[in-house]
């Protein structure tokens, strides 16, 4: 069972990124999905989260009306849609998935991927 997070790279400030995260295992297709993110030397911390069908999601404050989770099940696939990019944005982005509950908390996710980085410039 794994996570693996792509599409990461360096980008100028306003610009846009996509992030994809492959899933393995098809009991995957229907878990919570969630994005975080680790900046150097600071924690890690929630960025957008979106339910087994894709009903429901939640957005830091930070990044609402800028990025925008989705998923296709089929590919058993989470996707961040990044835009307007701010050279605060910059950290490695984390995909993880949760078979308990949706939320913004780490310690609900029990399965995390590598990471992605995403550096962005002013």
């Known amino acids: 069972v794994q996570l693996q997070a792509s599409g990461g790279g360096l980008v100028q400030a306003g610009g846009s990124l996509r992030l994809s995260c492959a899933a393995s295992?098809?009991?995957?297709?229907?878990?919570?999905k969630a994005w975080f993110r680790q900046a150097p030397g600071k924690e890690r911390e929630f960025v957008a989260t979106?339910?087994?069908?894709?009903?429901?999601?939640y957005y830091a404050d930070s990044v609402k009306g800028r990025f925008t989770i989705s998923r296709d099940n089929a590919k058993n696939t989470v996707y961040l849609q990044m835009n307007s990019l701010k050279p605060e944005d910059t950290a490695i982005y984390y995909c993880?998935?949760?078979?308990?509950?949706?939320?913004?908390?780490?310690?609900?996710?029990?399965?995390w991927g590598q990471g992605t980085l995403v550096t962005v410039s002013s």
């Open positions: 993880a998935a949760s078979n308990y509950a949706i939320g913004t908390r780490s310690s609900l996710y029990n399965y």
């Open positions: 295992g098809r009991t995957f297709s229907m878990y919570v």
């Open positions: 979106i339910s087994g069908n894709g009903g429901t999601t």
